[in-house]
C-alpha cells in the first residue's frame, strides 16, 4: 500500500485547479456570496411536500426551504468572524455596538420572526460597517485581489 494516496474531497476547497485559496479569494467569494443572498426576498423558512413516484408508489418527501434571513444573517458574523484579527479600532467599536444592540432586542423582542427581522436590520449596519472597513483597508483600489495587501 506504499504509495497509495487518500484523497479526502470533504476537506478540500475549490474546483480542482489549485490546492489552495488566499484569504482574499475567500473573502471576496464571501462577498459574493453575501451579495447573492442581499437580492433575494427574505422570508421565514417553511417545510415543503414533495409527492415522487417511486417504483409504482407514491411518497411523500418533506424539504425544508431555508429561512433567508437566518442565511444572509449567518453569511455576514461569518464575514465579520473571518475579519476580525484585522480590525482596527472603529471596525472594533460598530461590531461591538451591534452585538449590544442584538443582545438588547433578545431581551426585548420574544416573537422568532419579529427578532430576526430585527437582528437581520443590526446586522445589515454591520455590514455596512465593514464595507467601510474595508474600503479603509483600500481593497477597492487593488488591480487583482490575489495582490491586496493587510498590511
Known amino acids: 500500500m506504499e504509495g497509495d494516496s487518500f484523497?479526502?474531497?470533504?476537506?478540500?476547497?475549490?474546483?480542482?485547479?489549485?490546492d489552495s485559496l488566499?484569504?482574499?479569494?475567500?473573502?471576496?467569494?464571501?462577498?459574493?456570496?453575501?451579495?447573492?443572498?442581499?437580492s433575494v426576498e427574505f422570508r421565514g423558512g417553511y417545510s415543503q411536500q414533495k409527492t415522487i413516484p417511486v417504483a409504482g408508489t407514491l411518497l411523500q418527501?418533506?424539504?425544508?426551504?431555508?429561512?433567508?434571513?437566518e442565511?444572509?444573517?449567518?453569511?455576514i458574523e461569518n464575514l465579520s468572524d473571518l475579519l476580525l484579527p484585522s480590525f482596527d479600532e472603529e471596525m472594533t467599536k460598530d461590531e461591538d455596538e451591534c452585538i449590544?444592540?442584538?443582545?438588547?432586542?433578545k431581551k426585548n423582542?420574544?416573537?422568532d420572526d419579529e427578532f430576526k427581522d430585527e437582528k437581520r436590520k443590526i446586522i445589515r449596519k454591520l455590514f455596512r460597517s465593514i464595507s467601510r472597513f474595508l474600503n479603509?483597508?483600500?481593497y477597492l483600489e487593488m488591480g487583482a485581489y490575489e495582490d491586496f495587501s493587510w498590511a
Not at 22 to 38: D, G, P, Q, V, Y
Open 61 to 69: 418527501q418533506d424539504n425544508y426551504v431555508p429561512d433567508t434571513r
Open 136 to 138: 479603509r483597508k483600500n
Open 7 to 18: 484523497d479526502d474531497g470533504e476537506n478540500s476547497f475549490g474546483s480542482g485547479k489549485s
Open 109 to 111: 423582542i420574544k416573537d
Open 100 to 105: 449590544a444592540e442584538i443582545e438588547e432586542i
Open 22 to 38: 488566499s484569504f482574499n479569494s475567500i473573502l471576496m467569494r464571501h462577498l459574493e456570496r453575501i451579495t447573492r443572498l442581499a
Open 71 to 75: 442565511c444572509y444573517i449567518n453569511a
